[in-house]
């Protein structure tokens, strides 16, 4: 992930999670940003609710 207005890596922040979400701060400018991790699509309940349709 890259900041909008530097253009460089971002840098996560260990040991700071808020709301599910992982917190993420650019070197230069310190602009921080959120991101809440993906979660595989059977976990979401989208590949079990064909089959249950279907049984």
């Known amino acids: 992930m890259t900041c909008k207005q530097c253009r460089v890596a971002i840098?996560?922040?260990n040991g700071h999670?808020?709301?599910?979400?992982r917190?993420?701060?650019?070197?230069?400018?310190?602009?921080?940003?959120?991101?809440?991790?993906?979660?595989?699509?059977?976990?979401?309940g989208r590949a079990a609710g064909l089959s249950v349709l279907w049984t």
């Open 17 to 21: 999670i808020y709301h599910g979400k």
């Open 23 to 44: 917190k993420f701060r650019c070197p230069i400018c310190h602009r921080a940003k959120m991101k809440k991790p993906k979660r595989p699509a059977a976990e979401k």
């Open 11 to 13: 840098v996560e922040l």
